[in-house]
């Protein structure tokens, strides 16, 4: 996962929600026959190089329909009535389709979903929080460094790197093992939070 640094507005996600500051996000896709859309959709993938905002997986060379744009705080919340998370430029990253396009028979789910797909399924099974800043890491705000963590792969210890300090925690492996590449990451305690910055991670299976 790598630090999102996305491309300051105005565009035109951020026009419509200056001019339709009630509006939701499905209002927006249907704006402009749906070219608007279209237009931020490629704008997002290209902020991040084509890459998956969670696991990297080259997304921008696939076709449309495994592009799927991610509001990372939920974009039904709310509970605050001058907050609209579907249209904040700032909310919205570009990931892949989670392994719902796989062999079922080969690799059955839900135990091979990842990234927003696995989000998703954790929250419909009440097991994760929409509200889930405090338990997965937002690639938007994570620190611009080449490895947030150190993996002992004999004891499975990991280590962040800022403060050499051993987090224990359950690990959570967000890239389908099909891929060959399997990240694990730590679910920390909440004490670390303040002192590696957004590093909290979703339950692990």
């Known amino acids: 996962m790598k630090k999102i640094?996305?491309?300051?507005?105005p565009n035109v996600l951020t026009d419509f929600a200056d001019e339709n500051p009630s509006k939701r996000w499905e209002d927006f896709k249907d704006e402009n026959g749906g070219n608007d859309y279209r237009t931020i959709r490629q704008q997002i993938f290209n902020d991040q190089g084509g890459l998956c905002a969670y696991c990297e997986t080259k997304v921008g060379v696939l076709s449309p329909h495994k592009?799927?744009?991610?509001?990372?705080?939920?974009?039904?919340d709310d509970s605050n009535s001058t907050k609209n998370w579907g249209l904040d430029w700032n909310n919205v990253i570009g990931v892949c389709i989670g392994g719902n396009d796989a062999n079922k028979d080969q690799h059955p789910l839900p135990a091979n979903l990842s990234c927003d797909s696995y989000k998703n399924y954790l929250i419909s099974k009440k097991r994760l929080s929409e509200q889930c800043e405090d338990h997965l890491l937002n690639p938007l705000k994570i620190l611009a460094t080449p490895s947030l963590f150190e993996l002992d792969k004999k004891t499975f210890r990991v280590f962040?790197?800022?403060?050499?300090?051993?987090?224990?925690?359950?690990?959570l492996h967000t890239i389908p093992k099909r891929r060959g590449n399997p990240l694990w990451l730590p679910r920390l305690p909440l004490k670390y939070q303040k002192i590696c910055g957004s590093v909290l991670t979703m339950p692990a299976r």
Not at 67 to 76: A, D, G, L, M, W
């Open 5 to 9: 640094n996305k491309t300051p507005g």
């Open 67 to 76: 592009q799927r744009v991610e509001h990372f705080h939920p974009k039904s």
């Open 160 to 171: 962040c790197h800022r403060r050499k300090g051993n987090h224990k925690g359950l690990p």
